[in-house]
């Protein structure tokens, strides 16, 4: 799960995430904000007003599971961003082969119109 958590840290276009997660003492929250301070994910027993503990990213798997946490909840949201990202890159790729097929598409009829004008200057050419 550490590889779909550093994908997204490191190509997602998240800003945030947030997720709950049970674990054998009770849920904890789990955000992680981007612009706040993308290294690190703020965990904190669920509907808890105290302060947030930072957990650096590469050790908040870990974290977890010295908890007992069901991670299920946490790879179901990770998955679910990434499927999110690779869609939107296949729209990009998808808008990007459109329009450059568009654009081909236009250069070849400019060189039809092109050649249709040559071979019409050439034809006036040839009665001459």
């Not at 997660?21 to 955000?31: H, Y």
């Not at 947030?52 to 908040?60: A, D, N």
């Not at 119109?113 to 009665?127: C, F, Q, Y």
Request: aromatic share 8%.
């Amino acid at each position: 799960m550490q590889y779909l958590l550093d994908f997204i840290h490191e190509y997602g276009s998240e800003e945030q995430l947030y997720c709950v997660t049970p674990t054998p003492a009770g849920d904890l929250e789990l955000l992680w904000q981007r612009q706040v301070d993308a290294e690190h994910w703020q965990v904190r027993p669920y509907r808890c007003e105290g302060p947030w503990e930072l957990v650096h990213r590469t050790e908040l798997i870990g974290k977890l599971e010295r908890r007992h946490a069901e991670l299920s909840r946490l790879q179901c949201e990770l998955d679910c961003v990434a499927t999110a990202q690779i869609v939107l890159a296949q729209l990009l790729l998808h808008a990007a082969e459109l329009e450059t097929n568009l654009a081909l598409m236009e250069r070849l009829e400019h060189l039809a119109d092109t050649w249709v004008a040559i071979a019409n200057m050439l034809a006036i050419g040839e009665r001459a």
